[in-house]
């Protein structure tokens, strides 16, 4: 893992190059702009373990917000200075390698369109996967984050939860990275997203973007990403079949499929 400070705090991300080489910051001569991708809530840059493979196309960075993975955490309350204190972290990673594209799932997505909407950040291109422009959360669902993290990681990763069909390894693999994020970090990551809110504003996002989300995702479901490319002024819609809310995960040969075409697209 590669570290930029920034903010007094150390922010880690990951970075592979073309041929899937890991690399220090910053692009090679004659590649193209580096992809960033930006987890949801209690995740960490291995949920884009599969969106590697596009590195055979351009680079790709994936970080760990604050708090989570390698990261260091940051003393921030739930809501706009969390949101904030995100943004920043995407900021210092995007500005360390050059990236110019964000790809961002969930909270992630909210990260991604707040630094477009706000930031100085120049960027050709956003992609934004099982998230929305209101990103409400079950009350039941912010009641056991609270009080029954068992419950909550249980039910996130029921049927068509974070995944449709998945192998139980997966799942495994999946509740075990949400339990090391841990209780308050998740709890903080969903009550932000709870309180974000750009439904008056996507008019303003001026950058080709890609809006996918899995035909099954019920915690955001396809309806607002048909909100999302119908609002944005210049977004698609892809539909990614047999995933849910972690299609790049569950489904990643479709996922990539889709976004490799969206970004030859606007080269």
Known sequence: ?????????TTAYR???LGGESTDAGAG???????LCVHGSGGSHAVWKSQYRLADERPVVALDLSGHGESEDVDADAG????????DDVVAVGEETDARVLVGNSLGGAVAMTIALDREL???ALVLTGTGAKLTVLDDLLAWLSEDF??????LHGPDGLFHESDERTLELSKEAMYEAGRA???RDFLTCH????????????????????????????WYHEFLAEEIPDCELAVIEDAAHLAMLERPAAFNEAASAFLDGIQ
């Open 195 to 222: 309180e974000f809110d750009v439904r008056d504003r996507l008019a303003d996002v001026d950058v080709p973007t890609l809006a996918v989300v899995g035909e099954h995702d019920r915690l955001t479901p396809p």
């Open 29 to 35: 001569d004659g590649e193209a702009d580096p992809i």
């Open 15 to 17: 970075r592979l190059s």
């Open 185 to 187: 970090v998740t709890e």
């Open 80 to 87: 706009y200075e969390c949101l904030s204190a995100y943004v």
């Open 122 to 124: 120049p960027l050709d």
């Open 150 to 155: 068992d419950r909550a990681v249980s039910f």
């Open 1 to 9: 893992m590669d570290e930029v400070i920034h903010h007094g705090r």
